[in-house]
């Protein structure tokens, strides 16, 4: 059974910063695509950052320079390095792993407030 169980989320000033963590189980970690996507409010899911078993890493413009993707294959965890965060950061975060098949996560709230 798959299992990414995102922490780390909670309220943050703008400016601010946060570290997401995913930890992973049932999967080969090592050779998934790890990810973190986004929700808003009245807003479709979407990209943030993923990470390939290389350690190859992409990112959506708007957060380019201010966030950092990285893995630790022995701890079998994900990372979101969130920096100078702003209010349209606010959302939904969800962990994903693309092993043939997407799975996610149950999701974390980031709340930047202005």
């Known amino acids: 059974q798959v299992q990414l169980v995102e922490s780390g989320g909670g309220l943050v000033q703008a400016g601010g910063s946060l570290r997401l963590s995913c930890a992973a189980s049932?999967?080969?970690?090592?050779?998934?695509?790890m990810g973190w996507y986004r929700q808003a409010p009245g807003k479709q899911r979407g990209m943030v950052a993923v990470?390939?078993?290389?350690?190859?890493?992409n990112y959506v413009d708007s957060v380019k320079g201010r966030f950092t993707i990285s893995r630790d294959n022995a701890k079998n965890t994900v990372y979101l390095q969130m920096n100078s965060l702003k209010p349209e950061d606010t959302a939904v975060y969800y962990c994903?792993?693309?092993?043939?098949?997407?799975?996610w996560g149950q999701g974390t709230q980031v709340t930047v407030s202005s």
């Open positions: 990470i390939t078993s290389s350690g190859s890493a």
């Open positions: 994903s792993a693309l092993r043939m098949t997407q799975y």
């Open positions: 049932g999967i080969p970690f090592g050779y998934s695509t």
